[in-house]
């Protein structure tokens, strides 16, 4: 048995850690409606100060969820075009909304994950074989009603 090696991921990792950061300055330039909003009980808060951090937090999470997804499909030699280019629109809108704002490194991730997918659906062309074709090496086996022999 073989073992197939393990790609690297690189477009995950750098959505994980724009996230994070994003939801850390989320946090630190929201804590005092933070703050505020705990100690009277979260249901119900929601105030316009805490429309900001709740836009940081949940971006920042979810954008950490996603990260950890691509990675998986990096390390997996899967990371798919519509995964790349649903990023990369997400990041063109948010930088043409904000262009001075965290969508900038969003950006920058989009297009290592772009980069990713081609890369990844080029070794995947040259790695598998034709159709009807057996990978260099391969025993086929067939069975006729006389008997049976190899190929």
Known sequence: MTRQRTQRAI???VLIIVCTLH??????ASAPALGEALAGGWYGAMTI????A???LMTGFFGVVAGLGMTALEHAGRLSWPVSI???????IGVAAAP??????????AVIAVVQSVRQGHQRATADPGEGEAPAGTVLEHSSRSGSSRV
């Open 11 to 13: 477009a995950g990792p």
């Open 86 to 92: 649903a990023l990369l629109v997400i990041a063109l």
């Open 100 to 109: 001075v704002s965290g969508f900038l490194f969003v950006l920058v991730a």
């Open 23 to 28: 939801t850390a300055v989320g946090v630190l």
């Open 54 to 56: 709740l836009w940081f």
């Open 49 to 52: 100060d805490l429309e900001v």
